[in-house]
């Protein structure tokens, strides 16, 4: 009895350590690969960091304008000039011409934050606006989306990456590198969209048309030839007219020569 009372201290502390070992264990003993993509895909225990009251507002600026100019060449080195001082670039331009108008198409894109003076230099130079029509769009919630989303992704991969690091067989590798690669194409897909977004709020898109009238002399002989060229196809086309009117013309002359014929006769005489 005395023996056992005096290894009772020792047993106790046996029992406190085998506790305090049991309760260290962070990661589970793991058979298969499966287990690792669970605890992969558990949430994590950071917490977020906390969100500022303002955010700020990511706005996608596009608009035409088409106006008359005075001179074409002088209006598209006008606003190359501009658009190159604003630090923008010309992504597209064509030109074409119609009738007694010639026209040039530009697609201009710019900093947001100088669309509105650039705009305000088109009306200034331009001899009138036909139409002009600016339109946004606010995408911050889908920005806000996309970040969150692409967060998410990258904890994940993160994690893959450390559980990859404890496989301990093959099929476990071979497992956890086909999660990890769907996971970096998601990632990719994710930061393209993200890299669209930025791009097309960051720089605004303003379609520019503008056109000049040519004038022309009134060229008196041209109408002149013109004028008889005309004057002949209208003959040709009265002849073909009557042409047509040809058995009213017959039925016409048949009572004339009745009528004639009937005034010629004497009358009978009177007995």
């Known amino acids: 009895m005395k023996l056992l009372l005096a290894k009772l201290p020792l047993l106790f502390g046996f029992i406190v350590a085998a506790c305090g070992t049991q309760d260290s264990v962070n990661l589970p003993v793991s058979d298969s690969a499966d287990s690792y993509q ?11 960091a906390p969100q500022t009251e303002f955010t ?3 706005i996608i600026r596009e608009g035409d304008i088409y106006f008359e100019c005075r001179d074409i060449q002088e209006t598209d080195a006008f606003l190359k000039a501009e658009v190159k001082a604003a630090k923008g670039f010309i992504s597209n331009e064509s030109e074409n011409s119609y009738g007694e108008r010639s026209e040039k198409r530009l697609t201009i894109r710019i900093p947001s934050d100088q669309l509105d003076p650039l705009l305000e230099k088109i009306q ?7 139409n002009s029509n600016i339109r946004s769009e606010d995408v911050t919630e889908q920005f806000i989306d996309v970040e969150a989303r692409l967060k998410t992704k990258k904890e994940l991969e993160n994690r893959y990456t450390e559980l990859l690091k404890l496989a301990r067989n093959v099929d476990e590798i071979l497992q956890l590198e086909r999660e990890l690669a769907n996971v970096r194409g998601e990632i990719e897909s994710m ?3 993200l890299n669209y ?4 709020v960051s720089l605004s898109t303003l379609n520019v048309s503008f056109f000049v009238e040519k004038e022309t002399e009134f060229g008196f002989f041209g109408k002149a030839i013109d004028s008889l060229k005309n004057g002949w196809t209208n003959l040709q086309w009265f002849f073909i007219f009557i042409l047509n009117l040809w058995p009213f013309f017959l039925i016409i002359a048949g009572l004339l ?3 004639l014929k009937r005034k010629k006769t004497p009358p009978p005489p009177m007995r």
């Open 38 to 48: 669970k605890l992969a895909e558990a949430p994590s225990t950071e917490q977020p």
């Open 56 to 58: 700020e507002r990511k």
């Open 124 to 130: 200034s130079h331009a001899v009138k606006i036909e």
């Open 191 to 193: 930061q393209g969209r």
């Open 197 to 200: 977004l930025s791009n097309r």
């Open 257 to 259: 020569f009745w009528l």
